[in-house]
């Protein structure tokens, strides 16, 4: 497999008071190609600031981060967005579904930055849905879908531009025990088919769907482990 991203001694320190107050402390790990890693760590651990640097939402303070062949530590912020757009597919806690579009308008929304037509667009859109099993729920607007179903629209939206990694941020929070099980078994499968995806969660329980889990405190990895199969 080939690595997709690389970090290599990444720091990130915030002003504060007139000091630096350290947030993550030379991180240094790789995601393969085809991997699923979950980044699992406590509220105040600097698993939310690395969601960001992975993202491409923020840059490190020092140290390197190679995402798909591409340094982008020291971008500038238009490259950055153009990259983010193109590499990284996200999905949040809470959904951020529009709500005034349907399923298959939501999905399709990335796709407004890529030359393509609007039938070429929706049948993109559509194709992803169908792979995450709502097919027939395309012109349901959020209001009218479970939160699972929500959850099932963002994963599509995040596929739906063929970025080469899925970033999900706490991607169960929000939702019962019974259909968080759910969205995870999808991570599973979107995983079996090849897809890239690094998760973070607070969740031990959550962290052992991945194949490999990274645990960090007080902005350093403390634990970088496989998962083993149940």
Known sequence: MAAIAILDKVSKRYPMAGQEVPALREISFTVQSGEFVSIMGPSGSGKTTLMHILGCLDVPSSGSYVLNGIEVSALSEMRLTDVRRKQIGFVFQNFNLISTLNAVENVALPLVYQRLSQAEQHERAAAALEHVGLKERMKYRPNQLSGGQQQRVAIARAMVT?????????????????????????????????????????????????????????GRIVADREVVAQ
Do not use: C, Y
């Open 162 to 218: 063929q970025a080469p990694i899925i970033l999900a941020d706490e991607p169960t929070g929000n939702l019962d025990s019974q259909t968080g099980h759910e969205v995870l078994e999808l991570f599973a499968k979107l995983s079996r088919d090849g897809h890239t995806i690094v998760m973070i969660t607070h969740d031990h329980e959550v962290a052992t769907w991945g194949q490999r889990t990274i645990e960090i405190k007080d």
